[in-house]
Nanobody
Framework: QLQLVESGGGLVQAGGSLRLSCAAS????????MGWFRQAPGKEREFVAV????????NYADSVKGRFTIARDNAKNTVFLQMNSLKPEDTAVYYC????????????????????WGQGTQVTVSS
């Protein structure tokens, strides 16, 4: 089992910033591409960002491109999501997830590919 624990959520005003962290334990962190997803009230969970297992490639949802940055620190078994210029529509529970892969180029936006999920952290952006 790979355990994932998110932190860093909270309440912020529109235009502000937050940095989410996701700490992994239990398995070899570098075996996994790491993604962030979010679920707003009344909506389905959606893809936000992904980073390959070696950190060399990233992919973003169009709605966050240019505002959010995903990165990982493999020495600390942690993946981050830096969120800038936050908007009220970014309000959601944010989840990190792990996709086990043998490829350094895997960066899937599809939830079905992710085997492990964290418990989520709430991000609320006020207008």
């Amino acid at each position: 089992q790979l355990q994932l624990v998110e932190s860093g959520g909270g309440l912020v005003q529109a235009g502000g910033s937050l940095r989410l962290s996701c700490a992994a334990s239990g398995r070899t962190f570098t075996d996994y591409a790491m993604g962030w997803f979010r679920q707003a009230p009344g909506k389905e969970r959606e893809f936000v960002a992904v980073v390959t297992r070696n950190g060399g490639k990233t992919n973003y949802a169009d709605s966050v491109k240019g505002r959010f940055t995903i990165a990982r620190d493999n020495a600390k078994n942690t993946v981050f999501l830096q969120m800038n210029s936050l908007k009220p529509e970014d309000t959601a529970v944010y989840y990190c997830a792990a996709d086990r892969t043998v490829s350094d180029s895997t960066a899937s936006p599809y939830q079905r590919n992710y085997e492990y999920w964290g418990q989520g952290t709430q991000v609320t952006v006020s207008s």
